[in-house]
C-alpha cells in the first residue's frame, strides 16, 4: 500500500510516424520518470493510448516498461473495460506478470446503474490476484461513481485498496477522504488540484504532467504530504499553466507536445485522436523552453 503514496503517472505510448511503437523513446521516458523521483509508473492507461493498441503491441509495450525499470519502482497494469467477462479474462497470471498493482476503470459506455458498477468491481475483486485501484472519470464514462459505491467497495473487499478520483471535483473527493476506511488511498486523478487533495488527506496523484516534469511535481506531492504547504504551493503554481494547457485540447496529445519540446519523444497519435494545433504547440514551446 505505502508503494502507491506519492506520485504515479500514467506512460503514454511514443510512436514513429509510421505509427509504430517507438520502444527507444518508451525507454527514454520511463528512465526520464525514474531519475525524476515518481514512487510509480502506471503502465496502458487511457494517456496510453491503449484503446489503439493490439494485443502484441500492449506486449511489447509492457516488456519494454519491466525491462528498463528492472525492479525499482512498483508498476500498476491498466485493465478494465464495460464488458466485465472479457475483464476477468485480462486477470490471468501472464497478463498480469511483472506488476504489483492493477488501476481498473469504472466501465464507461454502457452507463451502469451504482448496483451495476459495485457488481462490476465485485466481479473483478473476486478474480483479481493483485491489488486494485479503482478508477473514476466521470467525464470519459459518462457516469461518476459516488463516494456511497466506493465505501461499499472498500469494506466489502479487502483487495481493492484505492481509488484514481478523476471528477474534478474537490467536494466529492474531500467525501471520498472522510468516509472511506483510513488505510484506502484516495488518489488525484486531476493534476489541477492534486495538492488540495493532498493536504485535504489524500494519498498523492496519477498524473499526466508528471511524467514531463517529474522531479518537481513529485517534490510537490512530497511537500504536500508533509505538510510544507507554502513550498508544495510555489510548485503548483509553477505548473498551473503547464497543466492547463495540456488539456486544452486533450490527452495525451499535449503532453506528447511537451515531450517533443523536451526531445524524449516525437508527438505522433493514432486516430481519432489528432496533433494540439500550431498555437498551442508553440505556447508550450515557450513554457518547455523557459522552465
Do not use: W
Not at 511503437?21 to 510509480?40: K, S, T
Not at 484505492?162 to 466529492?172: M, N, S, T, Y
Request: aromatic share 6%; hydrophobic share 40%.
Amino acid at each position: 500500500m505505502k508503494s502507491f503514496i506519492g506520485t504515479g503517472v500514467a506512460l503514454v505510448t511514443p510512436f514513429k510516424q509510421d505509427l509504430s511503437i517507438d520502444i527507444a523513446a518508451l525507454e527514454r521516458i520511463v528512465q526520464h520518470n525514474i531519475d525524476g523521483g515518481v514512487e510509480y509508473l502506471v503502465v496502458l492507461g487511457t494517456t496510453a493510448e491503449t484503446a489503439t493498441l493490439s494485443k502484441e503491441e500492449q506486449s511489447l509495450v509492457k516488456e519494454t516498461v519491466i525491462k528498463v525499470n528492472n525492479g525499482k519502482l512498483p508498476l500498476v497494469l491498466g485493465v478494465g473495460g464495460n464488458h466485465t467477462a472479457e475483464v476477468i479474462n485480462q486477470l490471468n497470471e501472464e497478463n498480469l506478470k511483472g506488476f504489483d498493482a492493477i488501476l481498473s476503470v469504472s466501465p464507461y459506455y454502457n452507463k451502469p446503474t451504482q448496483e451495476g458498477i459495485y457488481e462490476h468491481f465485485k466481479m473483478i475483486a473476486e478474480n483479481s490476484p493483485l491489488p486494485i485501484i479503482v478508477y473514476n472519470v466521470p467525464g470519459r464514462t459518462a457516469s461518476n461513481m459516488l463516494p456511497s459505491t466506493v465505501v461499499r467497495l472498500a469494506n466489502d473487499f479487502k483487495n481493492i485498496i484505492g481509488i484514481k478520483e478523476a471528477a474534478g471535483d474537490l467536494v466529492q473527493a474531500m467525501e471520498l477522504i472522510r468516509t472511506t476506511p483510513n488505510d484506502f488511498l484516495v488518489i488525484s486523478g486531476d493534476d489541477i488540484i492534486t495538492l488540495p487533495m493532498v493536504l485535504a488527506g489524500g494519498a498523492g496523484v496519477i498524473s499526466v504532467i508528471g511524467e514531463a516534469f517529474p522531479k518537481d511535481f513529485s517534490q510537490m506531492v512530497r511537500l504536500g504530504l508533509d505538510r510544507n504547504v507554502d513550498e508544495a504551493y510555489k510548485i503548483h503554481y509553477k505548473l498551473t499553466d503547464a497543466i492547463n494547457m495540456i488539456f486544452e485540447q486533450g490527452n495525451p496529445g499535449g503532453i506528447k507536445e511537451v515531450f517533443k519540446h523536451l526531445g524524449l519523444c516525437e508527438n505522433y497519435l493514432r486516430l481519432p485522436l489528432v496533433n494540439v494545433n500550431n498555437e498551442l504547440s508553440n505556447k508550450l514551446a515557450a513554457y518547455v523552453n523557459n522552465y
